[in-house]
């Protein structure tokens, strides 16, 4: 029932989101907007207010906005020619198609800002390890040092150390660190050591050879740094999602890694029991996964209505219809496939639970 709620909540919230984007952005050029609906298929609650229709619809896999004159076979009067979309300048028409998902990356910069001012646990700047024969242990660093300074820059998180010793690209660094309640100063350089980035791939990066404390403690930040660390948080989850397309495509990351909407439900589930921060942070991170996803460049999502118009603005003219409706029809197509796809992967990751749920309770 939980992961129910917790799915309504999720998917409600995102698709709300995403569609506003649209449809302020057309209600701004005062193009005339007939319906907006939360959802698919039959209609459940409306209300129409001017000439829109407001609605939430059965299925809640989505949403749409739709707008006077999308297509040149509705007959129109001559005033609402002028407000239709169609007759609208490409650039303009490329807002309101853009609007949906950066309100989506807009949401994700709310929310973390939001987190970082209400407060985050997060990893001290206290050594709980320090590797034998590492660089750290050589120099002298011991389990419970507290490092305060690193180049004369303050830290107070592990991130913050990490990035340093990352960014030596190894030269010596200066740690200043407090043992005890007594200063030390310690010249430590980093030295370059095979690892394995997120992706499982192998690479070579700068260490030297400690570990956290396993200790949180709850940063709250002003209102600006939060934003700054939230445009930052952003900007890192966008770009990860982008390499994780990549490297998908490149056959780096199983295709088997995708997840459906029984993945995020059960995702949504387990974040919401966790605790409401849990939640609208996999809120944020989803609000972005959809704002990537709905920019790629494939007919019938937002990416591929601005290469449309891409192709406009350098022709000068539209894209005929034919080739237009082919490339939706193709588009249309390959994203029923993939969500068949993920549906079946889904479905075989529950299956695999479920068997070892039972293989568990019958070898207690």
Same mark, same amino acid.
């Given at each position: 029932?939980?992961?129910?709620?917790?799915?309504?909540?999720?998917?409600?919230?995102?698709?709300?989101?995403?569609?506003?984007?649209?449809?302020?952005?057309?209600?701004?050029?005062?193009?005339?907007?007939?319906?907006?609906? =939360?959802?698919?298929?039959?209609?459940?609650?409306?209300?129409?207010?001017? /000439?829109?229709?407001?609605?939430?619809? =059965?299925?809640?896999?989505?949403?749409?906005?739709?707008?006077?004159?999308?297509?040149?076979?509705?007959? =129109?009067?001559?005033?609402?020619?002028?407000?239709?979309?169609?007759?609208?300048?490409?650039?303009?028409?490329?807002?309101?198609?853009?609007?949906?998902?950066?309100?989506?990356?807009?949401?994700?910069?709310?929310?973390?800002?939001?987190?970082?001012?209400?407060?985050?646990?997060?990893?001290?700047?206290?050594?709980?390890?320090?590797?034998?024969?590492?660089?750290?242990?050589?120099?002298?660093?011991?389990?419970?040092?507290?490092?305060?300074?690193?180049? #004369?820059? @303050?830290?107070?998180?592990?991130? !913050?150390?990490?990035?340093?010793?990352?960014?030596?690209?190894?030269?010596?660094?200066?740690?200043?660190? *407090?043992?005890?309640?007594?200063?030390?100063?310690?010249?430590?350089?980093?030295?370059?050591?095979?690892?394995? *980035?997120?992706?499982?791939? /192998?690479?070579?990066?700068?260490?030297?050879?400690?570990? @956290?404390?396993?200790?949180?403690?709850?940063?709250?930040?002003?209102?600006?740094?939060?934003?700054?660390?939230?445009?930052?948080?952003?900007?890192?989850?966008?770009?990860?999602?982008?390499?994780?397309?990549v490297k998908i495509l490149e056959g780096v990351l199983s295709p088997r890694t995708l997840g459906g909407p029984?993945?995020?439900? !059960?995702?949504?589930? /387990?974040?919401?029991?966790?605790?409401?921060?849990?939640?609208? =942070?996999?809120?944020?991170?989803?609000?972005?996964?959809?704002?990537?996803?709905?920019?790629? @460049?494939? @007919?019938?999502? #937002?990416?591929?209505?601005?290469?449309?118009?891409?192709?406009?603005?350098?022709?000068?003219?539209?894209?005929?219809?034919?080739?237009?409706?082919?490339? !939706? !029809?193709?588009?249309?197509?390959?994203?029923?496939?993939?969500?068949?796809?993920?549906?079946?992967? #889904?479905?075989?990751?529950?299956?695999?639970?479920?068997? *070892?749920?039972?293989? /568990?309770?019958?070898?207690?």
């Amino acid at each position: 029932m939980r992961s129910i709620l917790a799915i309504i909540i999720l998917l409600g919230v995102l698709i709300f989101v995403h569609e506003i984007g649209h449809f302020l952005a057309a209600k701004y050029f005062r193009v005339g907007i007939l319906k907006f609906s =939360l959802g698919f298929g039959r209609r459940l609650v409306g209300k129409k207010i001017g /000439e829109t229709e407001y609605v939430v619809s =059965l299925i809640p896999l989505g949403g749409y906005v739709k707008l006077l004159g999308e297509t040149e076979e509705e007959p =129109l009067t001559e005033d609402e020619k002028k407000r239709s979309f169609l007759a609208q300048p490409v650039w303009k028409r490329a807002i309101i198609v853009l609007s949906g998902p950066l309100f989506n990356f807009l949401l994700a910069v709310i929310i973390f800002a939001g987190a970082y001012m209400w407060g985050i646990p997060t990893l001290t700047n206290e050594v709980g390890l320090v590797a034998a024969n590492g660089a750290a242990q050589e120099a002298g660093l011991m389990v419970g040092d507290v490092i305060v300074k690193i180049n #004369d820059s @303050p830290v107070t998180r592990w991130d !913050q150390i990490a990035e340093h010793v990352v960014k030596s690209e190894g030269r010596p660094i200066k740690m200043t660190v *407090n043992r005890g309640g007594e200063k030390r100063e310690f010249s430590i350089t980093p030295r370059l050591m095979k690892d394995k *980035n997120i992706f499982g791939e /192998e690479i070579e990066t700068y260490k030297i050879g400690v570990g @956290p404390a396993k200790k949180l403690v709850i940063e709250r930040l002003d209102p600006f740094s939060a934003l700054f660390r939230s445009l930052k948080q952003t900007w890192f989850i966008t770009k990860m999602t982008l390499v994780s397309i990549v490297k998908i495509l490149e056959g780096v990351l199983s295709p088997r890694t995708l997840g459906g909407p029984i993945l995020i439900a !059960q995702m949504a589930g /387990e974040q919401a029991k966790s605790g409401i921060l849990s939640f609208i =942070l996999f809120m944020a991170i989803l609000s972005i996964n959809l704002g990537v996803l709905n920019l790629l @460049p494939i @007919p019938v999502l #937002d990416g591929g209505h601005l290469v449309f118009y891409l192709i406009e603005a350098v022709r000068g003219k539209e894209m005929s219809v034919k080739w237009r409706q082919r490339a !939706q !029809q193709i588009g249309f197509i390959l994203l029923v496939i993939l969500m068949i796809y993920v549906m079946i992967i #889904d479905i075989e990751r529950l299956n695999n639970e479920t068997v *070892n749920k039972i293989t /568990e309770f019958f070898t207690k």
